[in-house]
């Protein structure tokens, strides 16, 4: 079955980096477009960012931009969410997800925790 | 932006009743290829999102035939024919076709 599985969240200061991966397995995973979509606690869904099947074309949120960059290593079949400059408001989990115009499957998250 | 807009926010049912969840979007989903890419997912507690429906009515495997969704353009819904119990949770809209993609604020159903 189709599986997406996130790690690399902690706990960051402010103004430190992270960086999340997701490993994917059981498709062909550089024919698929990726993404990352965020949730505070107790808050709803947040878009954050898509990468292309080749990794040629990204898009983020105005939220992030110019501080996250995604990735993908398709010869790993992993996918990378670098967070630089966080901010306390980037508290949240994190999930991967397949596919940016109709996700489909999703991983079951990782907790990015930005805080002094 | 296209803003997601969903109604009610909280919906409180009765089990074997049935509930319904609109969607509306500020600018019209249809893409440029005819497709519209309206999603819809479900959070239960404690759980990552599973997706439902996807452009606007199509079900996903293993999905319940209680639910179905229907709409175009901006209009949209989410119906559960007969809730049951395993259907508490938050339920969210997403549009794919313009970016950045956006969420509605998510519907919380939760058994009366």
């Known amino acids: 079955e189709v599986q997406v599985l996130e790690s690399g969240g902690g706990l960051v200061q402010p103004g430190g980096s992270l960086r999340l991966s997701c490993a994917a397995s059981k498709f062909t995973f550089s024919s698929y477009a990726m993404s990352w979509v965020r949730q505070a606690p107790g808050k709803g869904l947040e878009w954050v960012s898509s990468?292309?099947?080749?990794?040629?074309?990204?898009s983020y949120a105005d939220s992030v931009k110019g501080r996250f960059t995604i990735s993908r290593d398709n010869s790993k079949n992993t996918l990378f969410l670098q967070m630089n400059s966080l901010r306390a408001e980037d508290t949240a989990v994190y999930y991967c997800a397949r596919g940016t115009s109709i996700p489909d499957y999703w991983g079951q998250g990782t907790l990015v925790t930005v805080s002094s | 932006d296209v803003v997601m807009t969903q109604s009610p926010l909280s919906l409180p049912v009765t089990l074997g009743q049935p509930a319904s969840i609109s969607c509306r979007s500020s600018q019209s989903l249809v893409y440029s290829d005819g497709n519209t890419y309206l999603t819809w997912f479900q959070q239960r507690p404690g759980q990552s999102p599973r997706r439902l429906i996807y452009q606007i009515s199509n079900r996903d495997s293993g999905v319940p035939d209680r639910f179905s969704g229907s709409g175009s353009a901006t209009d949209f819904t989410l119906t559960i024919s007969r809730v049951e119990a395993e259907d508490v949770g938050v339920y969210y809209c997403?549009?794919?076709?313009?970016?950045?993609?956006?969420f509605g604020q998510g519907t919380k159903v939760e058994i009366k």
């Open positions: 997403m549009q794919g076709t313009h970016w950045p993609r956006t």
């Open positions: 990468i292309s099947g080749n990794g040629g074309s990204t």
